[in-house]
């Protein structure tokens, strides 16, 4: 079993920053094959991939949407994973959550994720 807990978040202005949290607890969590990823999820809109990392070679994915204003990194001791957010828009309101799982190929479907963390909301007002 893999718990996944969340911090960060909150309330910006357009072009700010913000930096989401996600920390992974239980024993079966493997740093050899797990990938983990962000997805949000705004209000009436479907489920959005984000960025995702593969935890042992740190290979990284982002979408279109975030690419070059996203970093998606791992700390390897501390087994946490952090999403730095510069630049934001409105655009990136949303609830904002981690997912792990041991066998994602494809990292855009959030199907292949086996554990979900609480979810933060991120709001970024105009």
């Known amino acids: 079993q893999i718990q996944l807990v969340q911090s960060g978040g909150g309330l910006v202005q357009v072009g700010g920053s913000l930096s989401l949290n996600c920390e992974v607890f239980?024993?079966?969590?493997?740093?050899?094959?797990?990938?983990v990823g962000w997805f949000r999820q705004a209000p009436g809109k479907e489920r959005e991939f984000v960025a995702a990392?593969?935890?042992?070679?740190?290979?990284?994915a982002y979408s279109d949407s975030v690419k070059g204003r996203f970093t998606i990194s791992r700390d390897n001791a501390k087994l946490t994973v952090d999403l730095q957010m510069n630049s934001l828009k409105p655009d990136d309101t949303a609830n904002y959550l981690c997912?792990?799982?041991?066998?994602?190929?494809?990292?855009?479907?959030?199907?292949?994720?086996?554990?979900w963390g609480q979810g933060t909301q991120v709001t970024v007002s105009s």
């Open positions: 239980g024993r079966t969590f493997n740093r050899y094959r797990n990938t």
């Open positions: 997912a792990t799982g041991r066998n994602v190929i494809t990292t855009e479907i959030s199907s292949q994720y086996d554990y």
């Open positions: 990392i593969r935890w042992e070679s740190g290979s990284t």
